[in-house]
Nanobody
């Protein structure tokens, strides 16, 4: 029903910025809430940010609040994650995911992107 393709990862220095994009296929994109998760080596996958179907409601993990911004453009079938003021501890593989409702648990998401590597050097 939904395929998600991520882009925009890369290597940045501490304090730098990146913008991740997640492009969805199909006509049902606007029906889904979208979440961003990340997973570092040896750590559990954790919720980063989420946005509901309309884009009017967002949630952020405390660790990224004030630094990251999630947004979506339903006309373009794309969700974005703007990462500012990056820290070395933000280094991880970032995944976008789609769910019927906006939730913060990875198990509740039905579709996943392939992941984008974000590496932040000190």
């Amino acid at each position: 029903q939904v395929q998600l393709v991520e882009s925009g990862g890369g290597l940045v220095q501490t304090g730098g910025s990146l913008r991740l994009s997640c492009a969805a296929s199909g006509r049902t994109f606007s029906s889904y809430a979208m979440g961003w998760f990340r997973q570092a080596p040896g750590k559990e996958r954790e919720f980063v940010a989420g946005i509901n179907w309309s884009g009017r409601t967002t949630y952020y993990a405390d660790s990224v609040k004030g630094r990251f911004t999630v947004s979506r453009d339903n006309a373009k079938n794309t969700v974005y994650l703007q990462l500012n003021s990056l820290k070395p501890e933000d280094t991880a593989t970032y995944y976008c995911a789609a769910a019927f409702v906006l939730l913060t648990r990875a198990a509740e998401y039905d579709y996943w992107g392939q992941g984008a590597q974000v590496t932040v050097s000190s």
